[in-house]
Every structure is written in structure tokens, then in C-alpha cells.
């Protein structure tokens, strides 16, 4: 409780919500540093352990290069930062929060890749820290400070989840082009 105590005192509301996409950014560099070289070396292996569906689906992010994945990273980040302006200027938490479950669900992706490969992903590291403790407390701070209620955290559930299927579709037709021309 020291702790929380201690960030409560020390962190203000607006320098939370921008917290977003700095975590993101320090989150997003290690994946842009690692993920080609980490492809190259282990692609097929992953390739050849993903059932069929997965293995199609996926098969342009096992091949991208640096420059591809970081052009992917930017539109991610734009739209954070999008997010974020909303919440900071126009008191509007829904896509903030949508992206914020988003954000706390991928460091579960990252730690399952880890645990199924039984090896180093890329991002992993950062999804423990910085990206896991920054979700867990924004939660707390937004429902605590009673800037948002559970009704919106639930609300934003069913925006993330209306919304994230159409941004993978999206991101891996993307991919695809990129990757096969």
C-alpha cells in the first residue's frame, strides 16, 4: 500500500494517461530491435508448431523485415496517441480505455508465445514491465480517482472486442501486401 500511496502522490492524472504511449513506445522498441533476427533464426520452428489456420495467417508477420514491423508499430501508436488525446483533452475515456484492455490482454499473448515456444519472444520482457504494472495501475487510478466506472469498463470491452478483429484483419491484409511484393 506504501507504494500505491507513493504513486498517487507523485503521478498526476494527465501524466498517467500519457504514460500510454510511452509505455507502448518502450514496449515497441525491444519488438522492433528483435523481431527480424528473431524471425530469421526461429520463423520455420514457430511456422511449423501453429495449426493450419494460425500458420496461414501469420505466415507474412514471420517474414517481415525491421522497416515493415516498425511501419506497423507507427499506425498503432498513432492511434494510442489518438486515444490518449481524447482522454486528455475531451474528458472521453471509451477508446482509451478499449485500447488500455487491448494493451493489458497483449502481455498475456507475449507470455503465452513464450511459454509455448519455451523460449525468448520478442516483447516479452517489456510486456512484465513496463507494460503489465502501468495497465494494472491506470485501472486502478481511472476507477479509484472515479474518472470511469465498471459500466465503462465494460462498454469498452465490447468496443475492443468489435473493434480488434477488424484492426487484425486489417494489419494482416496489410502485411500481406507488403511482404509479397
Do not use: C
Not at 507513493?6 to 507502448?24: A, D, G, K, R, Y
Not at 524471425?39 to 496461414?56: I, M
Not at 517481415?64 to 490518449?84: E, G, P, Q, R
Request: charged content about 15%.
Amino acid at each position: 500500500m506504501q507504494l500505491l500511496s507513493f504513486l498517487n502522490e507523485h503521478i498526476e492524472m494527465l501524466s498517467l494517461l500519457w504514460l500510454f504511449p510511452v509505455t507502448f513506445l518502450f514496449h515497441d522498441f525491444e519488438e522492433i530491435l528483435t523481431v527480424e533476427k528473431w524471425a530469421l533464426k526461429h520463423g520455420d520452428r514457430v511456422r511449423q508448431s501453429l495449426p493450419g489456420f494460425a500458420r496461414r495467417a501469420f505466415q507474412s508477420s514471420l517474414r517481415m523485415n525491421t522497416f515493415h514491423f516498425a511501419k506497423d508499430v507507427l499506425w498503432v501508436y498513432s492511434i494510442i496517441v489518438l486515444v490518449t488525446m481524447l482522454a486528455v483533452f475531451f474528458d472521453f475515456y471509451l477508446l482509451f480505455l478499449a485500447a488500455l484492455h487491448l494493451y493489458f490482454l497483449h502481455v498475456f499473448t507475449h507470455i503465452g508465445q513464450t511459454l509455448y515456444l519455451k523460449q525468448y519472444t520478442p516483447g516479452v520482457a517489456t510486456a512484465i514491465f513496463p507494460v503489465l504494472p502501468y495497465s494494472l495501475y491506470a485501472y486502478y487510478r481511472l476507477l479509484s480517482d472515479q474518472i470511469i466506472s465498471t459500466g465503462d469498463l465494460l462498454w469498452s470491452l465490447g468496443v475492443m472486442l468489435v473493434l480488434v478483429p477488424i484492426g487484425i484483419i486489417l494489419l494482416l491484409k496489410g502485411r500481406d501486401q507488403y511482404v509479397n511484393t
